[in-house]
Each structure stands twice: as structure tokens, then as C-alpha cells.
């Protein structure tokens, strides 16, 4: 549709990367690689921090991108038993390149983030992101929830959270306060109560 090959969507991928980064770096850039070709320039204002540039993916390839390329990776779902494996070959591919103590977020889809032992097992694993949301995302049937109906179980949360003294996970994690939640993109260690805390205590789980 694009006029581009398919069959070289990784390697164009790969320069995209590398274009965005130099572009948000703040200084003068030019890329002329195989696919693509950036004249030399600059752009302000930029980002007052790095853009952190996550990548999906199960294939190997996909994997060796985000471990190398990336400052993450998105887990697409899929039998969980597979899970334990693929976080193995990223975690074998990041120390290849050196890069096994750089920052890098794992998000992952999965029932386990609906249950305080659920969430402290992929931490274990060393997920740092759950995706959870308003209804399973391959569903192609209309959506006929309004947005206030998507936003009062985030608030219901909420309301829990201020409740529970911020640190209490278990009283937190209860059918109720989940109601109308399904497995966006959830970071519980950014949960903070109005004074700028921590919710949850990120020590002994999100």
C-alpha cells in the first residue's frame, strides 16, 4: 500500500530507529542508510529526555532488535508456558550486546496481573509493565462502551487506592476494584497518590 517492500521491513525498521534517535538527540543529524536517507538538519525543541523505543515481536529476529536496538520489549500474548522462554532469549540476547544492565522495560500480557501473587511472579521474572485494558483487543465486534463506562473502573481503582493507605496490595487487588478491567499499558510504579508517592511498595511487589 505503501510502495515499500515487505520483505525488507525489518532492515527499514532498524534505520527508523537510528533516524529517531538522531533527530530527538538535540544536535545537528543526517542518515543515509540502504532505505533511508535524511539530509543533514536539526529540529527543536526536543524531548528533555531520551525517547524510549520499545519493540514488539516473538520471532528471534524481533527479540535481537529490542535487546540491541530498543530500550524495550512488547510481549504479544499467546500461550503463557511460552513466556519464561522468550524473557530467557531476550535476557541471553542483551547480555550478547553488552547491554544485560542498561535500563529496559519488559510489558507483558498476562492473567497474572490480576492477582498480588500473579503480579509479584512477573516481577520475579523481571516484567516491569502489565497490559491490561477495557475488553480484549482482537475482538472485532463494534465497541459499544461509552468512555465514561471505560473510565469508572479506573476511578473505582483509584478511590481504592487512596483508601487502602497506598501500600496495601492485597485489599487493592480484589474483584471489585478490578471490575471492568481486561488484559493499555499499565506501569503500577508509576501509580502515585497526590503528594507524588508511591502507591504501591515497589520492594516487595508492584
Known sequence: ??????????ARLDETIAVVRGLTAGGWFEHHGDLIDVERMKICPVPTEPIPILVGGHADRALRRAATLGDGWVHGGGDPADLPGLLDRLSD????AGR??????IHVISMDAYSPDGVRRLEDMGVTDVVVG??????REPDTQTLDDKLAPLRRFEEA???SGKRDLES????ENLRGLTPVFTDLNLVRDQGGKP???TESGP
Open 134 to 139: 477495557f475488553r480484549y483487543p482482537y475482538v
Open 1 to 10: 500500500a505503501m510502495g515499500q517492500p515487505w520483505e525488507r521491513r525489518g
Open 93 to 96: 540476547l542483551r547480555r550478547e
Open 199 to 201: 502507591v504501591f511498595n
Open 161 to 163: 487506592a487512596a483508601r
Open 172 to 175: 487493592l487487588m480484589t474483584t
Open 100 to 105: 544485560a544492565d542498561d535500563p529496559f522495560e
